[in-house]
């Protein structure tokens, strides 16, 4: 875990109250608004408000966080934080279970912003 308890807070703060979407390239994951979230120990925990119920959906602590035009972008990518000579060596571990989110970027966005 790269990312700070601070930075993280700080990161999913201006999505509160919000409608967000949360997606990868290739398909959305969640949608509703955003009422609260936990940061766990390795998770964290989001309180998503979606037709009159409330859901939660945990997500693991990104590698990397970052803002590219009001998109909040939370990075899963294995090479931000593995060096390049020893990527290889990881891939080979098993990865029967893996996390959708496994080596790719997730975005987090306002309904009115889907454009991503």
């Known amino acids: 875990m790269n990312v700070s308890l601070e930075k993280v807070t700080d990161f999913f703060k201006p ?9 990868t390239d290739k ?3 969640k949608r509703g608004r ?9 998770y964290i925990n989001l309180t998503l408000e ?13 590698y990397n966080t970052s803002y ?15 060096p390049n000579k020893q990527i290889n060596r990881v891939k080979f571990l098993d990865s029967s279970s893996k996390s959708k989110l496994y080596d790719n970027l ?9 454009s991503v």
């Open 15 to 23: 999505f509160l109250l919000k409608d967000i979407i949360i997606k």
């Open 27 to 29: 398909k959305v994951l």
């Open 50 to 62: 979606y037709n009159d119920a409330n859901k939660s959906y945990e997500i693991p602590y990104p």
């Open 68 to 82: 590219h035009n009001n998109v909040g972008i939370l990075n899963y990518h294995l090479s931000s934080f593995i």
């Open 106 to 114: 997730v975005y987090i966005l306002t309904s009115e912003d889907d």
């Open 34 to 42: 955003l009422k609260i979230f936990q940061v766990k120990q390795y």
